[in-house]
């Protein structure tokens, strides 16, 4: 399986996410850049989760059917073409880190993926619902991490 780069221009790999993209900041998702989709792909499929939350996975941001031209989403705009799902606040679209104060830095997996056919996905999916609804579908894929702490 080839590798999509992803990447944003708010915050480096495995650094802090700016204030500005958080649950305590402005909420806004950060912009991202991809390269690298490889021909053949019916849509990009973009995931962004916690696997540091105390309830297990928590799912910040899902966006499915995203145009496999495309080659970024701009700063609080969902990626071109894309379908936002409710989030684990309940909320349609991005919802920024939040982490429990005093529970040490989160971990936040932007995951991009390169799949040759839609998800068939239930009205309101987990992250997990997401990582078994891509299995076997994936073409690439590209991860992005970044942190932050309360």
Known sequence: MTGIELRSVAFADHAEIPR????????????????????????????CEDPDAPGGSFL????TGIDPRSSGAAEGEPPPGGKEWPNGFGRVGWGGPMPPPGHGTHRYFFRLWAVS?????????????????VKGRELASGVLVGTYQR
């Open 60 to 63: 910040h941001w899902l966006v």
């Open 20 to 47: 500005r993209h958080t649950g305590e900041g402005d909420d806004v998702s950060p912009p991202l850049i991809w390269s690298a989709v490889p021909d053949g792909t019916s849509e990009l499929v973009l995931l």
């Open 117 to 133: 056919q839609s998800l068939a996905l239930q009205e309101r999916p987990t992250a997990d619902a997401v990582h078994r609804a």
